[in-house]
């Protein structure tokens, strides 16, 4: 049994921040890619930030230098630092969890949490 709970969602104004948590219980190596995906109406599904265990990111072209995706490795824990926050940055967004250490699995991810809503007001 594996299972993925985000924390940290809201309503914030835009240019605000927000820090979103995915806390991963069961069996989890904890050498495993882990990122955030969002979902918004209208927009395809977005990865935006991924991480390996060596610290190693990727990020979405749309949040590049306003987001900051980090992990606790010994606790399966990741978390997103959303900074200059954008109207159109509001979304679901959904923790994952890749099925090797390698970017390539979160295409396909192993494990998804149920998601928390942002929503940027403007």
């Known amino acids: 049994q594996v299972q993925l709970v985000e924390s940290g969602g809201g309503l914030v104004q835009a240019g605000g921040s927000l820090r979103l948590s995915c806390a991963a219980s069961?069996?989890?190596?904890?050498?495993?890619?882990m990122g955030w995906y969002r979902q918004a109406p209208g927009k395809q599904r977005e990865l935006v930030a991924a991480i390996t265990s060596g610290g190693s990111t990727n990020y979405a072209d749309s949040v590049k230098g306003r987001f900051t995706i980090s992990r606790d490795n010994a606790r399966n824990t990741v978390y997103l630092q959303m900074n200059s926050l954008k109207p159109e940055d509001t979304a679901v967004y959904l923790c994952?969890?890749?099925?090797?250490?390698?970017?390539?699995?979160?295409?396909?991810?192993?494990?998804w949490g149920q998601g928390t809503q942002v929503t940027v007001s403007s």
């Open positions: 069961g069996s989890i190596f904890s050498i495993n890619v």
């Open positions: 994952a969890v890749g099925i090797s250490g390698s970017y390539y699995s979160l295409k396909t991810p192993g494990y």
